[in-house]
T-cell receptor, first 113, second 113 residues
Framework: KAGVTQTPRYLIKTRGQQVTLSCSPI?????VSWYQQTPGQGLQFLFE???????NKGNFPGRFSGRQFSNSRSEMNVSTLELGDSALYLC????????????FGPGTRLLVL | DQQVKQNSPSLSVQEGRISILNCDYT??????FLWYKKYPAEGPTFLIS?????DKNEDGRFTVFLNKSAKHLSLHIVPSQPGDSAVYFC????????????FGKGTRLSVIA
């Protein structure tokens, strides 16, 4: 079974720009979560989508948004980029069957200059 | 306010010996705990999990122990192998592994041959 895939793997943007990251979950998984990893804060939860609906949201500003499509693929968007948005953005999927584990993709490394 | 703490940023262990990684949490509502391993430039890889109704779970060389009264869990790796060298993250959630994960900041394990 193919794992979680994320595109692009690396991205360089400048302050003020916006960026869209994509995540394709494991086949059959309907839940997709996004996390931000930075050296200072570690891994922090951004939001979770299930069946095209945002089900949980972390403590991030409204510049961070996301969506999920009917095929469970998800995108996250960051508008008006700031230097502090430089991070590894990780996507995780799970099947929602009983207690299930989240499986992570390789991440998108975003650098904001 | 860190709800999940990994107080040792790094740990060095000789090959063949036991590695013990520790994690403390403050939120008594957490009922599901996971350990992930992360190599550079890759997403976290799920290792092992434990529900709060158990105090021990084993999977091959990996064993997780949960002490609810102390709000403490630990990951034992026996025997340690050079390929185990990675950053290990402890994570916790309320309501099972599908809900938003709260991560510790990680412990870098180095297994020396």
């Amino acid at each position: 079974k193919a794992g979680v895939t994320q595109t692009p793997r690396y991205l360089i943007k400048t302050r003020g720009q916006q960026v869209t990251l994509s995540c394709s979950p494991i086949s059959g998984h309907r839940s997709v979560s996004w996390y931000q990893q930075t050296p200072g804060q570690g891994l922090q939860f951004l939001f979770e989508y299930f069946s095209e609906t945002q089900r949980n949201k972390g403590n991030f500003p409204g510049r961070f948004s996301g969506r999920q499509f009917s095929n469970s693929r998800s995108e996250m968007n960051v508008s008006t980029l700031e230097l502090g948005d430089s991070a590894l953005y990780l996507c995780a999927s799970s099947s929602q069957l009983a207690i299930e584990t989240q499986y992570f993709g390789p991440g998108t490394r975003l650098l904001v200059l | 306010d860190q709800q999940v703490k990994q107080n040792s940023p790094s740990l060095s262990v000789q090959e063949g010996r036991i590695s013990i990684l520790n994690c403390d949490y403050t939120n008594s509502m957490f009922d599901y705990f996971l350990w992930y391993k992360k190599y550079p430039a890759e997403g976290p890889t799920f290792l092992i999990s434990i529900s709060s109704i158990k105090d021990k779970n084993e999977d091959g060389r990996f064993t997780v122990f949960l002490n609810k009264s102390a709000k403490h869990l630990s990951l034992h790796i026996v025997p340690s192998q050079p390929g185990d060298s990675a950053v290990y993250f402890c994570a916790a959630s309320v309501g099972g592994g599908n809900t938003p994960l709260v991560f510790g900041k990680g412990t870098r394990l180095s297994v020396i041959a």
